[in-house]
């Protein structure tokens, strides 16, 4: 069954600080992966969108990385700011398949 | 350029009742989305046109949830009648096309079912 996992579920930092989030998926066969944010009452908005043959992308100061093999992800923010407080969702999609969601991780930025 | 419009934005109804959303994707977009998210959960597609075509409607609960897309351009989605456990916030995407093509969202519409 085509699944993605996130972790964790929740975090809270402050101002400032770097922090990473994680995704595993069990999508089969693997098309892409796309990291999405989403503030509270919005839809979501694209990060990042990687393949198989990426390893690593940036948008700013949002960094995803991929290993398919291990078929994990993360994304990493560096230097925090309250505006990255937010529901980031980890997506990924099989060749002929729609989107499998994450059920997201909730982070906090504090000042 | 203009994004993806959504209306309404709140709804409040009682169980039984039925209900409309509606969705006006961006301009040229062939490819368009209609998810479910659950409070705390991730979005969960429920149907995918192109153009005015269905391509996925799997996850759609057919007999009581309904949508179209008329001209290939906006598009309805209609839940009749609802249940309590239909609250949630309906998100609508479009993209130009499908596989590697970037999906822009709506604000979405949050039902309350009560």
């Known amino acids: 069954k085509n699944q993605v996992e996130q972790s964790p579920q929740s975090l809270i930092i402050l101002e400032g600080k770097n922090c990473t989030l994680q995704?595993?998926?069990?999508?089969?066969?693997?098309?892409?992966l796309r990291w999405y944010k989403q503030d509270t009452g919005r839809g979501p908005v694209s990060l990042t969108i990687m393949t198989f043959s990426e390893n690593t992308k940036s948008n700013g100061r949002y960094t995803a990385t991929l290993d398919a093999d291990t078929k994990q992800s993360s994304l990493h923010i560096t230097a925090s700011q309250l505006s990255d407080s937010a529901s980031y969702i980890c997506v990924v999609s099989a060749y002929g398949q729609n989107f499998v969601f994450g059920p997201g991780t909730r982070l906090s930025v504090l000042p | 350029e203009a994004g993806v419009a959504q209306s309404p934005r709140y709804k409040i109804i009682e169980k039984r009742q039925s209900v409309a959303f509606w969705c006006n994707p961006i301009?040229?977009?062939?490819?368009l989305y209609w998810y479910q998210q659950i409070l705390g959960q991730g979005p969960k597609l429920l149907i995918q046109f192109q153009n005015n075509g269905v391509v996925d409607d799997s996850q759609l609960p057919k007999d009581r949830f309904s949508a179209e897309r008329l001209k290939g351009v906006d598009s309805t989605l209609k839940i009749q009648p609802a249940k309590l456990e239909d609250s949630a916030v309906y998100l609508c995407?479009?993209?130009?096309?499908?596989?590697?093509?970037?999906?822009?969202f709506g604000p979405g519409t949050r039902l309350t079912v009560t």
């Open positions: 301009s040229g977009h062939a490819t």
């Open positions: 995704c595993n998926y069990t999508v089969s066969p693997f098309s892409n």
């Open positions: 995407a479009s993209s130009l096309g499908r596989g590697l093509y970037e999906q822009y």
